[in-house]
């Protein structure tokens, strides 16, 4: 569970059988070809004449292919209509890989792809022609009045024209004014619309153009036309008509085209895949007669791997060793109730090779607290239902099916013990039996009394928190690495542990007498990360005699602060008296030895052992000189060992971060009440505005059902997205961050990928 042993290996191949190995692979889908092969790379000893493939003239022509059948799809797509088993939950069509092979070969393919680009070169060619003639006939339809061809008035040899339109009468009534002074003539065609013809003598052009521009005139440029604008008109009508006629019959082709439109998509699907082969060909690194192949297997794959590549004469597959830091492909390998949550996982990222795979970790706490968001069973009733129609009656079963059964069903028992089922609505139909049945269920109703639904998401928070600390312990375990577990991991799990129990003891929820050993634990701990944690190398003597003078210390303080502890006082006060001495003379011999101890060091460890003395013969013992001691105690050493003062100082800040950073954590599952507590208000608020329509005559029933199917359906949908959202942020910002990095490269093994099918590949 979590991740699949991974093997390199290196499949080396005669250059002839290269595509149809690399086709029995791809379908098999069990290698990950390497992007990179260190067989080419420079300084290799006995590898000269290896070299990289480009792509060919055969993969051009592939790409070729599949553009003309993206186009014919797209072509076909707009005349197919509704196809059967389309919608927002159909599923892809299932074809035998057998089949998937030859269905392009039988559906002559090829033949059909260029008649679909004919049929689309002669739609686009009457769709532009169409728009000619559209924009003729708005031209032309103004002037149907003009007597004469427009092209008559432009071929005479002393006399030209010009076709105008005036918008207003004032504007037309300027332009005369400008033309009485010029040997020009004007023809009204449409009075009414505005339009005119112009006439004038050739050596008047400029005069008459500008007066046509300062008047504000628009022109025509009807010359081309030679015939009677009527005859235009009708010549264009015609046109049109025939252009219908002849859409028409391209659509009723187009039509029974589309009807194999499913074969153009099986095609592009095939052809696509091969496309891939022959990328992933040009890749390989290959010298003259001869191709190699390096990936990765997983390692109950690698017999079945080279089955495979024995069944060809002329091929081989051998074992690689990985060099000590490359990085290999993750393969992430759960249970079939873990296994649609990966989904989530590789949203995220790949975990490294080192790490452990998150996914279980992380699917019982996303489903619980999907639950706790949603909060309503009736809600959960729904999701559960709808996501098991899809996987058994349907047979969808995508992985976000399946985590959205997983989380109906946490709705359903969070809703149950939260009392709420489509909000109130048991308690609006004034049913006795119904409200039985829910109050029976029923734990605590968050709408009377929150505090407990409150309590319940920081209990969440914390102990996912400390589940985070536990793996991150484990994993450190298992990696051996020893200090990170012991001194950073350790101390920060027992401290989360022992607080609670802590709290539980004082509110005499478990033996009081547990409280003094949980406190000695905890000061221990605080010890350990305060002394030991980032540690620039193994642990000294200085390490473990300032961790015990520290530990000490904090008995002492306990005692005081608690009144007694089961020790002796004089035992204490041995142990506060040996550890601190030790701590004085280690210091100061260190000091001496590595030319340390200065005159300020031998004043304040003169002092420290002074003030020790003191307090431990009883001269001066209040909890203020207690302090003192600690204090000059501590500061002795970390002004004369090296180092020690800033890892001290580091290591009380740790404590003071972590401490604070837990709280901001912890109060970030209060998301989970706050998205549960509106679910369950929403709900109720919707069944209160439907039952205020109950006085409404006639029409009361219809209305309330309408008010509650609309405003449900919108709550519940709106209410499972904010619960998927910041579910998957509780996961990615809270939890993962305590033992998960990523950034690891995921196993993809080379493998049909398809677009509107699902082969069924060999078994």
């Known amino acids: 569970m979590g991740t699949a042993k991974v093997e390199k290996v290196l499949i080396a191949t005669h250059i002839e059988e290269r595509e149809a190995l690399l086709k029995t692979l791809q379908e098999e889908g069990i290698l990950h070809i390497s992007e990179t092969s260190s067989l080419t790379e420079e300084g290799e000893e006995g590898k000269e004449g290896l070299e990289r493939t480009t792509e060919d003239k055969q993969s051009e022509e592939v790409k070729d292919t599949l553009t003309r059948l993206s186009q014919a799809i797209t072509f076909l797509t707009n005349y197919a209509g509704k196809r059967k088993g389309g919608g927002l939950f159909?599923?892809?069509?299932?074809?035998?890989?057998d089949e998937f092979n030859i269905r392009v070969t039988e559906l002559d393919i090829p033949r059909k792809i260029r008649r679909v680009g004919e049929l689309t070169e002669m739609s686009s060619a009457l769709e532009k022609e169409e728009r000619t003639?559209?924009?003729?006939?708005?031209?032309?339809?103004?002037?149907?009045?003009?007597?004469?061809?427009?092209?008559?008035y432009t071929n005479l040899k002393k006399t030209s024209a010009r076709f105008v339109h005036a918008t207003t009468k004032d504007e037309f009534l300027t332009f005369m004014r400008m033309l009485e002074a010029t040997a020009a003539d004007v023809e009204s065609?449409?009075?009414?619309?505005?339009?005119?013809?112009?006439?004038?003598?050739?050596?008047?052009?400029?005069?008459?153009?500008?007066?046509?521009?300062?008047?504000?005139?628009?022109?025509?440029?009807?010359?081309?036309?030679?015939?009677?604008?009527?005859?235009?008109?009708?010549?264009?009508?015609?046109?049109?008509?025939?252009?219908?006629?002849?859409?028409?019959?391209?659509?009723?082709?187009?039509?029974?085209?589309?009807?194999?439109?499913?074969?153009?998509?099986?095609?592009?699907?095939?052809?696509?895949?091969?496309?891939?082969?022959?990328?992933?060909?040009?890749?390989?690194?290959?010298?003259?007669?001869?191709?190699?192949?390096?990936?990765?297997v997983r390692s109950r794959d690698r017999k079945k791997l080279e089955k495979i590549v024995h069944e060809f004469s002329a091929s081989d597959v051998v074992p690689l060793t990985p060099a000590e830091d490359e990085q290999y492909p993750v393969a992430l390998d759960n249970a079939p109730v873990i296994k649609p949550f990966e989904m989530l996982m590789n949203l995220y990222g790949s975990p490294d090779g080192s790490e452990a795979d998150p996914t279980p970790f992380m699917t019982p706490f996303f489903a619980v607290f999907f639950g706790l968001c949603m909060t309503d069973a009736g809600y959960g009733l729904i999701i559960t239902l709808t996501a098991a129609f899809l996987i058994w009656v349907k047979k969808?079963?995508?992985?976000?099916?399946?985590?959205?059964?997983?989380?109906?069903?946490?709705?359903?028992?969070?809703?149950?013990?939260?009392?709420?089922?489509?909000?109130?609505?048991?308690?609006?139909?004034?049913?006795?039996?119904?409200?039985?049945?829910?109050?029976?269920l029923t734990w605590f109703d968050p709408i009377k009394d929150p505090m407990p639904f409150l309590y319940l998401s920081l209990a969440a928070g914390y102990l996912q928190m400390v589940f985070g600390v536990?793996?991150?312990?484990?994993?450190?375990?298992?990696?051996?690495?020893?200090?990170?577990?012991?001194?950073?991991?350790?101390?920060?799990?027992?401290?989360?542990?022992?607080?609670?129990?802590?709290?539980?003891?004082?509110?005499?929820?478990?033996?009081?007498?547990?409280?003094?050993?949980?406190?000695?634990?905890?000061?221990?701990?605080?010890?350990?990360?305060?002394?030991?944690?980032?540690?620039?190398?193994?642990?000294?003597?200085?390490?473990?005699?300032?961790?015990?003078?520290?530990?000490?210390?904090?008995?002492?303080?306990?005692?005081?602060?608690?009144?007694?502890?089961?020790?002796?006082?004089?035992?204490?006060?041995?142990?506060?008296?040996?550890?601190?001495g030790a701590l004085w003379l280690y210091t100061v011999f260190k000091g001496l030895s590595e030319k340390t101890l200065k005159a300020a060091g031998i004043i304040i460890g003169a002092l420290g052992l002074a003030c020790t003395v003191l307090y431990v013969t009883g001269l001066l013992g209040s909890n203020g000189f207690l302090i003192v001691v600690f204090i000059i105690n501590i500061l002795f050493p970390m002004m004369v060992l090296k180092g020690w003062g800033t890892r001290i100082a580091w290591g009380a800040y740790g404590i003071y971060s972590n401490a604070t950073g837990v709280l901001g954590i912890v109060l970030s599952y209060v998301r989970l009440m706050a998205l549960g507590m509106m679910t369950a208000g929403i709900a109720t608020a919707f069944?209160?505005?439907?039952?205020?329509?109950?006085?409404?005559?006639v029409v009361s029933v219809i209305l309330i059902l309408a008010v509650l199917v609309i405003g449900h359906g919108y709550n519940l949908v709106m209410s499972a997205l904010g619960a998927f959202v910041h579910s998957l942020r509780l996961q990615y910002v809270e939890f993962f961050p305590r033992f998960f990095s990523g950034g690891g490269l995921r196993f993809e093994p080379f493998e049909l990928k398809t677009r509107y099918i699902n082969v069924t590949r060999r078994t």
């Open 90 to 97: 159909s599923q892809k069509p299932q074809l035998p890989l």
């Open 133 to 152: 003639l559209r924009t003729e006939l708005e031209l032309l339809e103004p002037w149907t009045g003009l007597k004469n061809a427009p092209a008559d």
């Open 189 to 296: 065609v449409d009075e009414s619309r505005g339009m005119h013809v112009v006439l004038f003598h050739t050596q008047e052009t400029e005069r008459v153009e500008d007066a046509i521009k300062s008047a504000g005139l628009k022109t025509f440029q009807l010359e081309r036309f030679a015939k009677p604008i009527r005859e235009e008109i009708e010549h264009r009508r015609s046109r049109m008509g025939n252009i219908k006629e002849r859409r028409e019959g391209l659509i009723t082709e187009a039509r029974q085209m589309s009807a194999e439109l499913s074969g153009f998509e099986t095609a592009l699907d095939f052809y696509d895949n091969e496309r891939l082969r022959k990328e992933e060909s040009g890749r390989l690194a290959r010298s003259e007669k001869a191709a190699f192949i390096e990936g990765w």
């Open 396 to 440: 969808i079963r995508g992985n976000l099916i399946w985590i959205l059964f997983y989380g109906g069903i946490t709705t359903i028992i969070g809703g149950a013990l939260t009392s709420s089922w489509f909000g109130n609505l048991p308690d609006m139909l004034g049913m006795p039996w119904l409200v039985k049945f829910r109050d029976a």
């Open 470 to 580: 536990a793996i991150e312990f484990f994993d450190n375990l298992r990696l051996k690495n020893l200090a990170a577990a012991l001194f950073e991991a350790l101390p920060w799990l027992l401290i989360f542990i022992s607080v609670p129990l802590l709290v539980a003891s004082g509110m005499a929820i478990i033996p009081g007498f547990l409280s003094v050993p949980l406190l000695i634990l905890i000061l221990v701990s605080a010890g350990v990360s305060i002394v030991l944690s980032n540690r620039p190398g193994p642990t000294s003597v200085t390490s473990a005699i300032l961790f015990w003078a520290v530990v000490t210390m904090g008995l002492v303080a306990l005692a005081k602060a608690a009144g007694g502890l089961p020790f002796p006082g004089r035992l204490l006060k041995g142990l506060l008296l040996g550890s601190l």
């Open 687 to 697: 069944n209160l505005i439907a039952w205020m329509l109950g006085g409404i005559p």
